[in-house]
Structure formats: structure tokens, C-alpha cells
């Protein structure tokens, strides 16, 4: 054996060990959360609000947080869906190719995507103050649209910046304005791309804790109305894990269990659909 | 030559002190010219002469670009395109665009003959239903699509895809039809079925082709335009161009030298 | 029926193209916002003696960062050490040896460790770290920890943006072109000697930006941090004491942060210290990878 020879299998023995590595600290996660939160799975845990109090109470499950983060989440991916949507086909159906509008925006949501869900949190919560309102489930959708936003769009133009000119030659060729082109030919060719965009960002807004914590704030109740604060299973994780009781501790174990698994669902759709919805696509 | 004189009496579409700068790049210098009517004219050159842009500036896909800039005048049917006052839809609209590499828009067979149609205003099903079919038929598709118009567009050969795209262009109703490179990417069956439409569609329409291969020229063209450099360097009726260039760069592309 | 048609199109054209430049305007608000709140602390403090005093006692008017700023420092700095080399060692296995399997593997694996949330990075750091630490590694030092430290943190925060490093830095490999690999293979060098003298020389700045921006998501992480990271208010002496990273000062305490005078502003300062380090290192890390052929 010679010296390069050693060298390379202690390196490639390293990239192995790097690897698996990482994969431990997964299943580590991923086992941790399992083993809690398993036995306090129950039917109760899953259908039916804490009582006397999420943070001392006994009794009583995770419903007000399951659904507080289901509205949530739709109602923060439907926001930024919204928002997206336009703002991309803009970027590649409006403006010129090459455009350094274009191009600065894209920038600007690079830069947006790394930035902390805290200080969206804390942004959020300055505007609501500013406008003299409270927290409520409104309010923390506006700030998750806001969170998940650049992800959303970065998705979502990743997938039509592949779109060949072309086609926009082709439809723009016919006679049609921008507009028509836009939404009938690049939002049809970006559809997979649109739907995967739309599942990450589900399950980003599901997860945040941070911008959350400002600007929804926790209730026993299951919410009602927009105007109302609601719980979520982030901060049902984040709260109820620091009380002394077992009992209360279990809510926390459980919650971390169906968010995960909820995560992993969305994550795993995200794959599924992108290749189930390209019947039309050009390829 | 009576032919030629036929061609300089109607001319369909007339260029006229046309520029085009790319970046600071000259691209389209000084170009003049008159695309006579119902025939087919084939715009020639070595690779990166500008023949794709000026076809581009002819239906103003150009205006798609950033940091293109076009002075000089296009006059279809004695309107000036880059008059500002124009509407570029209308424009296109008069254009049916073939490009290079066949392009379907994502919808099935039927909705892209319908795409253009439904655009400008046609509702009826039964309109859209006879303007599909006269379109495919009139590009020798019907036979081949009919009992599967809802399929998508994504499921037909290449070759096929080509001639539904030029069935989307006619079904706007056209008037000149612009081919960019539109058989180079097919294979040499497919590539014979659409130079045989062109040929087909000569009485009804304009025709206006981009292509890098001389023979095509040669078999399709009543009528030559020959760019160098972004040069407008020669042009006159296919038969005369062919057999006698009159200048020398002209005679060097022709007989290979540069290329 | 035309004009119908224009209008229509004018209309929506406009409506997009306001909301695309509000977007684009985004990043801007948000900063001004928090400087604007922040405002009146920098009226009243100098910003080195912000920045660099120690005293955090917001009752009697002493708004201290260093603390903070130094358990934020401990903890990126410490989390970025474990999980760089790590991070690119699996990156270059991923790009370079491993098989179509170990790929499809890996691909989804990466996924879901990045999609899972910060706050269940949390709680497995507080139900299988924090005893860990507590019970074996702080009695090997000979010292006693309550196992909620800078380690911890660290730790935690390592396992978070191994997936962002991972998954830049393959994108960074991947765009090296594979006529570079072939030409030094064919010249007879290994595989390894292809890696290290061509691909990787090649790949430099593009991997140090996937480092960068590694480094800067966790230092804007909030959740996992707060429920590890022991939040005393003191900077911390080595890897065992606890730390108070910038990011839980201001989840912590923006509950009371209306009662108390210049508390709210201190916080939204602590907010865009955090915002301002963001973006700095995430333009410096975008224009690398710009630079190399448009990588996102």
C-alpha cells in the first residue's frame, strides 16, 4: 500500500463515518420523540382540550393545538401562496429576461429566506402593537405568511425559471398579453412546482415557534374566530414541557410526536405529488 | 426577370432603416428591405448574424429582452409595429410564430388550436370545435388526432407537436407566418411533412423563414435575404441570388467558404 | 369586448407588479421597523457601551448585551466547529463515492432532518442531551453542570444546519464540471487526488459561503437555543457553563417588555443587532454563490 492509497481510504473512512453520523443524530430524533411520545399518545390526547389550564392542569389533551396549527398553517400558506404566485410570474412572465429588477428581487429573497423566524416575531409583534391590536390567530398568519414567503417563492421560481423561453414565444405569438400567458400557460407548466412549494411551506408555517410566540399567544380553547389567540403545537411542545408535572409534561411529549409525524406527512406528499401532477407539463 | 418584378410590386412587409443595439452591442445595422407578398422569403447567414433577431423584431418578441433597443421602422400593411401607439397583441396576432424546438403549451391537443381563439374572444363550442378541425386538417394532423383531442399535447412525437404548434399559429388567422429554424430539430420525415405545409400554405400567407441549411433555401424559397454580421448584405428573388450573387461575400457562403 | 380585455389586463398587470416591489421592498420595512423601535435606547447610550458592557439590569435602566453577544458567539461558534467538517465530509462522500442507493438515501434523510422543527430539536435536546451531559460528560471534567450549557447548545444547534450545509455544499460540488474530474482522472491521479487538488480547489468559495450560511442560521435560532442553552445572563466561561444567546433574551422576555421603561426598545435593538449580522453574512454568502454560476 502505498502512502495515496492510505490516504484516500482514511479519507473516504471519514466521509463514511461523517455520514453516518448524521443519520444517528436523525434516528436519535427521531427515536427520542418516538419513545416519548408514544405511550402518551391516547384518544384523549388527540381529541379533547387541556382542563384547568395548559400549564397546570391534569387533565385533558392537545386538540386546542392541533387545530390552532392546522388554521394557522393553511391560513399563513394561502396568505403567502397569494402573495407568491403573482410576484414570481412577474418575475418570469412580466419582466424582461435578465432584468435586474428581477434579479434584485430574487436576491432580496435569498437574503429574507435566512433570516430568523424571531425577527419576523418580533417585526410582527411591533406592527401589531402599532396598529393598537392583540394577539390573535390573525395576526400570527400574517407574520408566518411572512416567514415562509421567500421559501414559497424561491420553490416556486426555481421551477418556472426552467420553463424554455419558448414557450412564452409561443404563447405571446398568438396574440396573448402578459397576463394570459402568466396564468394560463406558466402557472399550468409550474403546477407541480406549485403544489411542492405550497406543502413546504405548510409544513415551515406548522413548525415555527418563534414568530408564533409574538403574535398568536396560547389558549386552553380550541379558536373560533380570527380575532381570538391560539394555541399551536410548537409552543404546546415549548410551554408544557417546563412545568414540574409529569402529567402536563406528557401533553408536551405527545404534541412533539404529532407535529413530527405531521411534518414527515407533508414532507413525504411534497415528493409524492411533484411527480403525480406533470401530466401536462412540457417536457 | 418577370418574377422578380412581380415580387417588388407587393411587398407585405417593409423594413426600413432598422437597428437594433444588444447591450451597447450593434446588432442589427441599418437594415432595409420589402418581404414581398404571399410568398416565401428565407432570411440566410452564418450563425450569430442576427438572422433570429430580425425575425424577433418582426412580431417585437424582442421587446421580451432586457437592454435591447430598436430604432427604424417595420410597416405591415402600412402600420409601423414600434409606432407607440400600436398594440402589440393585434401585432403578434398577424404573426404565427414557428420556433426551433416544437413547443406545445401545457394543455391537451384541442385547448392549444382553442388557446389562441379563446384569447381574442371566440366562446362558441361549436366555432372552437370546426376552427380546431380546419387548423389540423389544414396541417395534416386531423387524421392522426382526432379521437384523442383531450389527450395531452405532452403525448405527441416531436415531429407532430411541430405541426400542432403551427396549427396554433394559424388558428389566430394570421397573415405571415415566421419559421425560426422550425425543421432543425425534427427528424428528416417530420422535417419534409412541414416543409410540404409551407409550400401548401404559400398561396394563403406570408411566409418567412430563418434557416442555417442552404438547401432548404434552396428547395423552399421564392425570395433570399442574406445577413453577415448583422449586415443586411444582399437580397433579391431565390432564383437570381443563388445563380448569380452579386457580391463577393454572398458567393463565399454560398459556395462554403465561410459558413 | 377588446377594451374589456386591456383593462383587465392593465389592472392585474399593476396589482402584480405593486405587489412584487412591496415584496422586494420587504427586507428594507422590516429593518427600518426595528430600527425606528430601537431608536430611543441609541438616543440614550452610546452603542459601544451597549455592545460591550456587561451589566444587563433593565429595572434600573443597565442594558448590557455583552452577555448575550458572547453566549451568542459561544454557541454559533462552537456548533459550526462540530458541524463543518462533518457537513462537508458527507457532502463530498454524497457528491463524489456514494452510490445510486446511499443517494436515495441520503436525499430524503437530509429533507427531514432540515423539516423538522426547532422545537423538537428542543425537546430531544432536553430529554436526551441534557441528562447526557449533566450525568456523564460534566462528571468526567470533574465539575457539576445542570447539563443545560453552551454544549448543549451547541450540539443541538449542530445538528440543525448540518442539512443547510449539506445541501449547499452539494449544489456548490455538483456544479464543478465533470470535464474537470475526467481530465485529472485521465492524467492517472485517484479519485481522492481529483477531489482534493481539482474539485475541491474549485469549489472553495462556494463551500465556504454553504459554512456561512450555516453559521449565520444558527445564529438566528431561537427555539431549540432557549430550551438547552440555560439562559443566565452572564458570558460564559467555557463549554459547561450556561449561555443566554441573543435570540432567547428577546423570546424570553417580550412579555414584559411594555412594563418596564426603554425595555421594549432594547429588545428591538437586540432584534436588529440579530437582523443586521443576518443579512451581512447572508449578501456576503449570496453574491459567492451568484458569482458560481447562479447557485440557490
Known amino acids: 500500500m502505498n502512502w495515496r492509497k492510505i490516504e484516500e481510504e482514511f479519507f473516504l473512512v471519514m466521509m463514511r463515518l461523517a455520514s453516518l453520523l448524521i443519520l444517528a443524530a436523525f434516528l436519535a430524533i427521531m427515536g427520542t420523540v418516538i419513545y416519548y411520545g408514544l405511550p402518551a399518545l391516547s384518544w384523549e390526547m388527540i381529541f379533547s382540550a387541556p382542563k384547568g389550564g395548559f400549564y397546570l392542569g391534569k387533565e385533558g389533551g392537545v386538540a386546542n393545538a392541533i387545530v390552532g396549527t392546522f388554521y394557522l398553517a393553511c391560513g399563513a400558506t394561502i396568505v403567502s401562496l397569494i402573495i407568491g404566485l403573482p410576484v414570481t410570474l412577474v418575475l418570469n412572465v412580466f419582466l424582461k429576461r435578465g432584468s435586474k429588477l428581477a434579479e434584485f428581487i430574487r436576491f432580496s429573497f435569498d437574503v429574507l429566506w435566512g433570516v430568523p423566524s424571531i425577527v419576523y416575531g418580533a417585526f410582527g409583534f411591533t406592527l401589531m402593537l402599532y396598529m393598537g391590536m392583540r394577539a390573535s390567530l390573525l395576526w400570527g398568519i400574517i407574520t408566518v405568511a411572512l416567514v415562509v414567503l421567500p421559501a414559497m417563492c424561491r420553490a416556486i421560481d426555481e421551477v418556472m425559471r426552467m420553463i424554455p423561453g419558448e414557450l412564452q414565444d409561443a404563447s405571446l405569438s398568438v396574440g396573448a398579453n402578459k397576463c394570459e400567458t402568466a396564468f394560463k400557460v406558466f402557472a399550468r407548466q409550474a403546477l407541480p412546482g406549485i403544489v411542492t412549494a405550497t406543502l413546504i411551506s405548510f409544513g415551515r408555517a406548522a413548525g415555527d415557534a418563534a414568530a408564533v410566540l409574538f403574535t398568536t399567544g396560547f389558549t386552553d380553547a380550541v379558536p373560533t374566530s380570527l380575532a381570538e389567540p391560539a394555541a399551536t403545537l410548537p409552543l404546546a411542545i415549548f410551554f408544557q414541557l417546563g412545568t414540574p408535572f409529569p402529567e402536563v409534561q406528557q401533553r408536551a411529549y405527545a404534541s412533539a410526536l404529532i407535529l413530527t409525524a405531521l411534518i414527515l406527512l407533508v414532507s413525504i406528499a411534497a415528493r409524492l405529488t411533484g411527480s403525480r401532477l406533470s401530466k401536462y407539463v412540457i417536457k | ?259 | 369586448m377588446a377594451s374589456l380585455r386591456k383593462i383587465k389586463e392593465r389592472l392585474t398587470c399593476s396589482a402584480m407588479m405593486m405587489l412584487t416591489i412591496a415584496s422586494g421592498l420587504l427586507l428594507f420595512v422590516i429593518s427600518l421597523g426595528l430600527l425606528l423601535r430601537s431608536r430611543e435606547i441609541l438616543e440614550m447610550k452610546p452603542i459601544m457601551e451597549l455592545l460591550t458592557s456587561s451589566v444587563w439590569k433593565p429595572g434600573r435602566g443597565e442594558f448590557g448585551f455583552w452577555p448575550f453577544i458572547a453566549g451568542s458567539l459561544w454557541v454559533t461558534l462552537l456548533s459550526a466547529l462540530l458541524a463543518v467538517p462533518v457537513s462537508l465530509l458527507c457532502a463530498v462522500y454524497l457528491s463524489e463515492y456514494a452510490s445510486r442507493t446511499v443517494r436515495a438515501i441520503a436525499g430524503p434523510v437530509l429533507d427531514m432532518l432540515s423539516g423538522i422543527p426547532s422545537v423538537v430539536f428542543g425537546i430531544w435536546g432536553v430529554l436526551a442531551l441534557v441528562p447526557l451531559v449533566k450525568d456523564y460528560i460534566a462528571p468526567m471534567t470533574g465539575r457539576f453542570s445542570s447539563g443545560y450549557t453552551v454544549l448543549t447548545a451547541g450540539i443541538v444547534l449542530a445538528v440543525m444546519i448540518v442539512p443547510l450545509i449539506v445541501h449547499v455544499a452539494l449544489s456548490v460540488l455538483r456544479s464543478v464540471g465533470n470535464d474537470l474530474r475526467d481530465a485529472s482522472l485521465s492524467v492517472g491521479a485517484t479519485r481522492w487526488q481529483t477531489v482534493k487538488l481539482v474539485v475541491l480547489r474549485k469549489a472553495v468559495p462556494g463551500l465556504a459561503a454553504a459554512v456561512v450560511l450555516g453559521i449565520s442560521r444558527a445564529f438566528g435560532e431561537t427555539m431549540a437555543v432557549i430550551m438547552v442553552a440555560g439562559n443566565v445572563a452572564k458570558a460564559p466561561k467555557g463549554l459547561l457553563s450556561p449561555a443566554y444567546p441573543l435570540p432567547a433574551l428577546i423570546a424570553n422576555n417580550y412579555g414584559e417588555m411594555l412594563s418596564i421603561p426603554l425595555y421594549d426598545s432594547a429588545l428591538m435593538f437586540a432584534a436588529f443587532l440579530l437582523l443586521a449580522v443576518v443579512i451581512i453574512f447572508n449578501i456576503a454568502a449570496r453574491l459567492i454563490l451568484k458569482k458560481m454560476e447562479n447557485i440557490r
Open chain 2, 1 to 259: 426577370m418577370d418574377n422578380s418584378l412581380e415580387i417588388s410590386e407587393t411587398p407585405h412587409l417593409r423594413v426600413r432603416g432598422l437597428n437594433v443595439y444588444y447591450n451597447g452591442h450593434h446588432a442589427l445595422k441599418n437594415i432595409s428591405l420589402d418581404i414581398p407578398d404571399k410568398k416565401i422569403t428565407a432570411i440566410i447567414g452564418p450563425s450569430g448574424c442576427g438572422k433570429s433577431t430580425l425575425l424577433r423584431t418582426f412580431n417585437r418578441l424582442i421587446d421580451t429582452i432586457e437592454g435591447v433597443k430598436v430604432k427604424g421602422e417595420v410597416m405591415i400593411d402600412g402600420v409601423n409595429i414600434y409606432d407607440p401607439k400600436v398594440e402589440v397583441t393585434a401585432i403578434r396576432r398577424k404573426m404565427g410564430l414557428l420556433s426551433q424546438r416544437p413547443c406545445p403549451l401545457p394543455m391537451s391537443i384541442f385547448d392549444n388550436v382553442a388557446y389562441g381563439p379563446r384569447i381574442h374572444g371566440e366562446r362558441g363550442r361549436q366555432n372552437l370545435r370546426n376552427i380546431v378541425e380546419s387548423n389540423l386538417r389544414h396541417v395534416g394532423l386531423w387524421e392522426e388526432v382526432q379521437d384523442r383531442l383531450h389527450k395531452p399535447a405532452s403525448e405527441l412525437s416531436i415531429g407532430q407537436q411541430q405541426r400542432l404548434c403551427l396549427a396554433r399559429g394559424l388558428a389566430v388567422e394570421p397573415e405571415i407566418i415566421l419559421g425560426d429554424e422550425s425543421t432543425s430539430a425534427l427528424d428528416p420525415v417530420s422535417s419534409k411533412k412541414v416543409e410540404e405545409r409551407f409550400l401548401e400554405l404559400k398561396n394563403e400567407y406570408t411566409i418567412i423563414l430563418v434557416t442555417h441549411i442552404l438547401r432548404q433555401a434552396k428547395r423552399l424559397a421564392d425570395y433570399v435575404v442574406f445577413l453577415y454580421m448583422g449586415e443586411l448584405i444582399e437580397h433579391g428573388p431565390a432564383a437570381e441570388l443563388f445563380a448569380n450573387p452579386k457580391e463577393s461575400l454572398t458567393r463565399e457562403y454560398l459556395t462554403g467558404i465561410i459558413s
